[in-house]
């Protein structure tokens, strides 16, 4: 039995990296189960032994995008200090962007409901906003050691959010037409400004 489900977990694997490939090199319309059936030696019909539909495979496909995602974002906590930590979150988020373009336009660039992201279950479902929970974290340990303002740790991480991504659309777009040295000046310099907003107000007497 345990030779079994590990072979049925093989193949699942297989799959998914199958449907993955199709989605990162054609996007949403090259994606089909004789498609992926296909290029893993299978018939349409026998990946619905694994996935329910296209749906489940689509949206276990996608969360490989985001476990990378997970894994950059995570190398933060090992900054030793809590505004260093967010610095460095910040920067990786762009490393993401520029290293993994393809896997980034599709988890942030999509509409989450083309990518069945609904469709997960529970567990995949805290993994994915685990990402979010990451940033919003760095910002509540920045608040209690006193060198990011006050206020909803919640609303401020969307803030930060919001603002990286539009930097990295835009350049994963090639709407900035940058190199990559001018990149890195770009990045560097947007960081600083998110730092600035995030600082505590300073209040005159």
Known sequence: MPARRTAEDTTKQRLVQAARDLLLTGGLPSVSMRRVGSACGLSATAIYRHFEDKDALLAAAVLQGFRTFGSY???ALEKRTP???LR???RRYFDFSAEHPQDYRLIF????DQLALPNLDEAARQEI????QMLQDRIVECQVTGCCRNG????LAAFVWASLHGLAALMVSGNLGVTARERDKLVEQHIELAERAL?????SN
Do not use: E, I, V
């Open 199 to 203: 600082s505590p107000a300073k209040h």
């Open 109 to 112: 660039m999509t509409d989450c």
């Open 129 to 132: 906003s685990g990402t979010f």
């Open 73 to 75: 974002l995570l190398s």
């Open 88 to 90: 460095h979150l910040m």
């Open 152 to 155: 909803d740790p919640r609303s």
């Open 83 to 85: 505004q260093a930590r």
